[in-house]
Each structure stands twice: as structure tokens, then as C-alpha cells.
């Protein structure tokens, strides 16, 4: 198993190295001093911010020092845009950001399992048919528009038929007070839900006729028939055989919807003012703050492949073979 | 199985025979029946169709079926609501006061005379009328435009006084005769003066046909198909836009869907026919862009191409005003769909005897190659196009919000982003027309797509891309 991992982890390396090889090129395709200082700086004053950014250094030489300092997650550059060092503006969004993404995944990965499995287990009836029907429909419409539809009925028409703000049209407060969990959970729940639910509903029109497919396939399969002949029921048949044999497509879907996920939660951060690190990425290039860019897609990428590791040896836990291949 | 070729036929040699066995035409395939005799997937298909030609017809400098001009005119006041629903008094005062507003602007202007004559909105004009009886018009329609807006102050102050008193009456147990006398009254007061708004605002609507008369025979049309769906904020025709937006999403779709199977199909093919080392390449290259999120890729490389001050030759434009940064943008991703689904496929063939036999017959590596594997993926390009079409439509409005995408032309993207604010206060014109139309084009090409992989790999898992 260790042997497994040690393999994912070295796999991935050099694909993390060349990533940042590639977003550090490409962010300086474009001199990034002059695109921010804008037209009318002077030559002198361009060439004095390049050399204290130290951009007119050879760029191998950048970017090995860019890697040491990110191996040691030492990002003490000053950002361009405000007037805190690159760490200080990029580490307190990681937080915003996993309290709608993690949330968001797991969440819809159960609704939609269910919802899979109900439409599996009443194959061909009507409320299968209305359940995929309703699925591909779904996935017609933009995300902005779940988005946009949400903000509208969820925080401005729910407050106004109930008379009291239960979502919040935007924003976003700290909420991890571990001291009182419940205060807690409901800080989450006034900032993050809306956003999260938003992002269940989109996610499922894919994931659920994803999730039938498998269940029916399983479903039709020989150790199923065999499990109902020696007399197993049906609740047996469904949860100790079918789901356990699913498990590895399941697997396989969540890390599909991943960069779904990720995405969705950056339109979501823009729109509803959390402060995450889609959001950061967003406003750093807009401002061409170019040393936070070059932090928060780093960093990003360093989380994502994490996360892609995590899902393999996850695989290798549900499905020992994996591990010999 | 009556319409394949007749086998009855005495084969001359063994070549023919075999022709003969094979379904020839295309229409003969097995695959290409089952599609054909999907009906719904045949009606996605029209409708396909009916986009592509409309795209066609607004781009063709000939037709220009609906000219950028057109799109991003003026053509009536803001938020008019589509279908020629009828808007509420208050909306309904508005636009009266628009109209008035705009002959205001025109007469104050340093040279009346001509701002007069400007002053159209598309089809609707300003009344052929002399200067001095404009004047006159004009003071006529402000005296009932503050007449209206007293009446509708004075409805509004009444409905406050009702509010109080329900509320007296409610919090009261018993509540004396005078109180409902009183209520009683005030309700008479305020539907007298509601009824003085109407009166009003029809008048004043009157005074404006007359000052701005609706065209009538072909004018007349041309203009109602532009109310059709309601204006937006800025008051352009949001029918037309919309419908100028087919050109726009279809021309994003072909182009990165084109070039995304294209590159992917080939390093797919390649990778997974020849491998070693060149598979070792492609696959590593494709599991490196898909390492991080396509946002991100989405995000930096639009910025970055936005960026770069190039004029384009043939269009004569700035880089940034062209929709190349979106089409470098979905192609850096979409590509590795396609990709990895066909050197899938590729590998497969690789192993089947047709192959095996080619090479035998001594074929070199590209014509195998481009004679043998590729045909055989076919149905996966087609597939991979509709779904990285769809993707493109789709992506498109995620970099339009974020500001990124199309500029200086209307899209759905656009349509969508700029319709937040007025959803929030409950105009939901230019958000449902874009939906609708976005809706259609996409649910065709998922019908499409679907109906190509029931018919050429029945036994695909459906939903995996």
C-alpha cells in the first residue's frame, strides 16, 4: 500500500514542476511590470520595479527560487495591490474556500447517489423517466443562471417572505469559533449554504444519470442475480453488493466533478463576496497584481494535485487491485 | 434486413462478394439507422440546422440578417417586458416619462431643428410637427406627467394611511365603529384616486402616441418584432440581440470545437496506434493540463491573451477586441477530451485483425494510420464535437461574466451577466430570452450526442464524457 503512494506522490511531481514551469512562462509573456505600472511610467521606473521583483533575472534562476520559496511556503514578496506580503493575502483564502468546496462535493456526491439509486430501482417508470428528463434539462442551463436564480429567490424573495435574512445575499465571516460549535455551524450555514446549494443543484443533472448508469449496469450483473437466488433482500442486494461493487466508478465520478466543483466555486466566490482563493486568483489578475497570481495558481495547483493523489490511493483502498497496476 | 444490397447474386470473384456483404451506402450503416430512426435526435438535429443557417445568414456580409447596428440600438425605453405584457402603472409612468424626457433632451439641444430630425428609435419616429407645436406638445405632455405623478403620490400616501389603520384595527379587540367608519372611507378615498392615476397615465400614454405614432404596415412589424422580447436596461431590442447572439456562440463553437477534436483526434490517434514513446508524451502531456483546474487554464490564458498588443492583420483589430484569447483559452482545454477517449479507442484497434492485416499486406505506418484507425473513431469525433460545442457555449458565459469573453458584440454570456441586476428587482426579460435561447441550441446537441452513443457504442456508461 505505502509502496502505492510513495509511487502517486513521485508521479506527480514533476507534473506540479511543470505546471508552474508553464504559468510562470505564461504570466510573462506579457511584461507584468509594465501591464501594471501602466502607459505612462517611464522606462526607468519599469526597469527599477523589474529589478526589485527580481524579474530581470534569468528565468530559470526565478523560478527555482520561486519553488524554494513555495516548498517552504515562505511568501514574504509584497503584493502589488495591497499592502501585505503575497502569504498574508493568499493564506486566509484557503479557508473560505473549502468551507463551500468540500461541502459542495460531498453533498452532492450523497444527493445525487440517491437520487441515482431511486431512479435505478424504478427503471423504465415514470419517476425514473421524470428524473432524467429533468437531469438533461437541467444541465441545459448555464451555471450563471442557477447562480443568479438563487441569489434572487434564495437571499432577497426567502428573506422577504419570511420576513428575517436566513441567506445572506453576500458576503462572508469567519465562522471556525470551534468554542461555540453551534454558532458556528449557523455563521456557515447564513454565508455558505446558499452558495453550496446552488452548486448541488448544478452538479446533479450530471452526476445523477451518471450514477443510474452505473447502478443499472450493476444491477443487471451475474453476482447480483446470484446474490438474489441464494435469498439475500433487496435492502442486502442494494447496499452490501451493488453500492460496495459501485464504489469504484462513484470514486472515479467524484474526481471527474472536482475541477466542476472548483470552477463553480469561483463563479460562486465572485458572486457572493467570499473572500476564497477563486475569488483571489480573479482579482489578482484583474489587478495585475502578478506576484499573487504567480502565488494562488501555484497554490491551487499544489491543492488540486493533492487531491488527485488522495482520490488514487482512495481507489487502491476500495479496489486492492488498482494497487498492483 | 430487406434494403441491404441483394445478395442473390452470383458474385464474379471473391472481391465482390465481399463488397457485396458489406452495407454500403451511408445511409446503409447500422449505426447511421439507428440514428435516423431516433426522432427526437433527428428533430435536435434540425433544429441544429435552423441554428447554423441563422448564424449563417447574420454573418454573410450579403444577407446580414441582423447587422451589429441593429443589436446595439436604442429602440424604447429601459426594461420594457417582452410579449407586450403589460407593465405596471408605476413602469408604465416611467416609460411615459422616458418619451418626454428624450423630446426634452432634443429640443434643448443647440440645434433643435436637427436634434428633431435624429430623434428615432429604430422605426418610431418623432410626429412630422413644426417646432413651436412640439413646444407646446411637449409642455402639454410635462403638465400631465407631474399631474400623474401627484396622483400617484397621493394613492401612494392614502395606501400608508389604510397600512396604519389595518394595523390599528388589528392590534385591537374590539374596535369601535368610528375606526371602521373611518377605514371604510379612506378605501373609497383610495380607489377614487387610483382610478385618477389611470385616467391619467391613459391620457398621458395618448398624448405620446401622438407626439411619437406607432408605425404602421411594414414599419409597424419590423418595430413589434424588436418589442417582442422586451428591452434592456439600456433599452436595445432584446430579441434581436439574442438572435444576433446564434451568430456569435455558433461561431465560438465551431472554431474550438474544430480545432479541439482536430488536435486531440490526431495525438489521440497517434499516441495510442504508434505508443512508446510518443504515448509516454501525449499522455503525460494531457494528464499534466487536466492536473489543475480548466478554470485556471480558462482564466490565465484568456488574461494573458488578452494582453498581448497584437492587430490582428485581416481584421484589422486589436487582439484583445477579437474572440481569439477565447478560442486559445478552450482549446488549451478542450482538447484532452477528445484525446484520451480516442487513443482509448486506438489502442483497441491497434490489436484487431483488419489491422493486423493491413500491416501485413505491407501498408506503412500513416496510411494505417489515417486509412484504417481514424475512420474506424469516427463516430467519437462526432461525439467529442457536440460535447466541446457544448462546453464552448457554456464556458463562454462563464469567461463573459468573469469579463474575459466576447467584447464588443452581444452573447448570451453577456445577455446573462448583464441581467443580474435586473433580476434582483424582478425583471426577468433579458435573463429568461438568453436562457431560452441557449436552452434550445444546447439541449440539441445533448440530444444529438446521446443519441450517437446509443447508436454507435450502446454499451457506453452514459454521462461519462
Known sequence: ?325 | MSDRPDQSKQPTDLLTARAGQRPSGFFEQPGVRKFVRNRPAVGALTVIAVFLLLALLISMPGVNLVPLERATERVGPDAVPGFFVRASDEKRAAFAAFWVRELDKSLRASDPEQAIAALAFAERRIAPLELGALRDRLAEAQAMLDGLDEAMGDAEDARFDLEDLAEELAGEDEPSDALREQERELREELAGMQRVVRERLVALEDAIESLYPTPRGREGFAYRVRLLAGTDGQGRSLLLRAVYSIKVAVQIGVVTALLSVFVGTLLGAAAGYIGGPVDHAVVWLYSTISSIPYIVWLVVVAFVVREINWTVPILDKQLNQTLFPVYAAFVMNFWVGPCRVIRGEALKIRGLDYVQAATAVGCGRCRVLLRHVLPNTTYLVFINFSLLFVGAIKGEVILSFLGLGVQGQPSWGIMIRDSQPEVVVGFFWQLGIATAFMFVLVLAFNIVSDALQDAFDPKHVAGEA
Open chain 1, 1 to 325: 500500500m505505502w509502496s502505492y503512494v510513495v509511487r502517486r506522490v513521485l508521479y506527480n511531481v514533476p507534473i506540479f514542476l511543470v505546471i508552474v514551469l508553464i504559468l510562470m512562462a505564461l504570466l510573462r509573456i506579457n511584461d507584468p511590470v509594465a501591464a501594471r505600472l501602466g502607459k505612462v511610467a517611464s522606462a526607468e521606473a519599469i526597469a527599477a520595479e523589474r529589478e526589485r521583483m527580481g524579474l530581470n533575472r534569468p528565468f530559470l534562476r526565478q523560478y527555482a527560487e520561486f519553488l524554494w520559496d513555495f516548498a517552504r511556503m515562505d511568501f514574504s514578496e509584497r503584493s502589488w495591490d495591497q499592502a501585505q506580503t503575497v502569504g498574508q493575502v493568499v493564506f486566509p483564502s484557503v479557508v473560505p474556500s473549502l468551507s463551500i468546496t468540500v461541502p459542495a462535493l460531498a453533498l452532492s456526491a450523497c444527493v445525487s447517489i440517491v437520487i441515482g439509486l431511486i431512479a435505478a430501482a424504478n427503471r423504465g417508470k415514470f419517476i425514473d423517466r421524470a428524473l432524467m428528463l429533468g437531469a438533461v434539462l437541467g444541465m441545459c442551463v448555464s451555471y450563471l443562471v442557477y447562480i443568479i436564480l438563487g441569489q434572487k429567490f434564495g437571499a432577497f424573495w426567502l428573506s422577504e417572505r419570511l420576513g428575517t435574512r436566513v441567506f445572506a445575499v453576500q458576503g462572508y465571516e469567519d465562522w471556525t469559533t470551534w468554542s461555540q460549535p453551534l454558532n458556528a455551524v449557523r455563521t456557515w450555514a447564513h454565508y455558505c449554504l446558499l452558495p453550496v446549494l446552488i452548486s448541488v443543484v448544478v452538479t446533479m443533472g450530471y452526476d445523477t444519470r451518471f450514477y443510474r448508469a452505473v447502478i443499472v449496469e450493476q444491477a443487471t450483473s451475474d453476482y447480483v442475480r446470484t446474490a438474489r437466488a441464494k435469498g439475500c433482500g433487496e435492502r442486502r442486494v442494494m447496499f452490501k453488493h451493488l453500492l460496495r461493487n459501485a464504489m469504484i466508478p462513484i470514486i472515479t465520478r467524484i474526481m471527474i466533478t472536482l475541477p466542476f466543483v472548483v470552477v463553480g466555486s469561483l463563479l460562486l466566490e465572485i458572486f457572493f463576496g467570499i473572500p476564497g482563493m477563486g475569488r483571489t486568483l480573479y482579482n489578482s489578475i484583474i489587478n495585475r497584481d502578478f506576484p499573487v497570481t504567480q502565488a494562488v495558481v501555484a497554490l491551487l495547483a499544489a491543492i488540486f494535485i493533492a487531491s488527485n493523489i488522495l482520490t488514487d490511493v482512495l481507489y487502491a483502498v476500495v479496489d486492492p487491485r488498482v494497487r498492483l497496476s
